[in-house]
């Protein structure tokens, strides 16, 4: 009932930027965060940026002041500007929406999607 569909991404070098983005669609009643996570190659799926629907953010520390997040509540689009990348940053990037649907038979259901991952690599 409910998609993400992200895009961008791709090969940068270091210092370099890319930005990435992230759609929902479907039968969404309401959203009410929509984050950014990574898996870098042999270690586990983190955290990168989160943004609640009343606008907050939250940013591991790896990427404050170079990453920024933002959405258009309109679009239900999430979007993630990545600045002055370094090959740390290299990984698997998901979107992720924690909202509520609505179910075939019309109830309001609340559940975390993912998008399919998009590939970021950052050569030095």
């Known amino acids: 009932q409910v998609q993400l569909v992200e895009s961008g991404g791709g090969s940068v070098q270091a210092g370099g930027s890319l930005g990435l983005s992230c759609a929902a669609s479907g039968s969404i009643f309401t959203i009410y965060a929509m984050g950014w996570y990574r898996r870098a190659p042999g270690k586990e799926r983190e955290l990168v940026a989160l943004i609640t629907s009343g606008g907050s953010t939250n940013y591991a520390d790896s990427v404050k002041g170079r990453f920024t997040i933002s959405t258009d509540n309109t679009k239900k689009t999430v979007y993630l500007q990545m600045n002055s990348l370094e090959p740390e940053d290299t990984g698997v990037y998901y979107c992720?929406?924690?909202?509520?649907?609505?179910?075939?038979?019309?109830?309001?259901?609340?559940?975390?999607?993912w998008g399919q991952g998009t590939q970021v690599t950052v050569s030095s």
């Open positions: 992720n929406a924690d909202l509520k649907y609505y179910s075939r038979s019309y109830e309001r259901l609340r559940e975390n999607y």
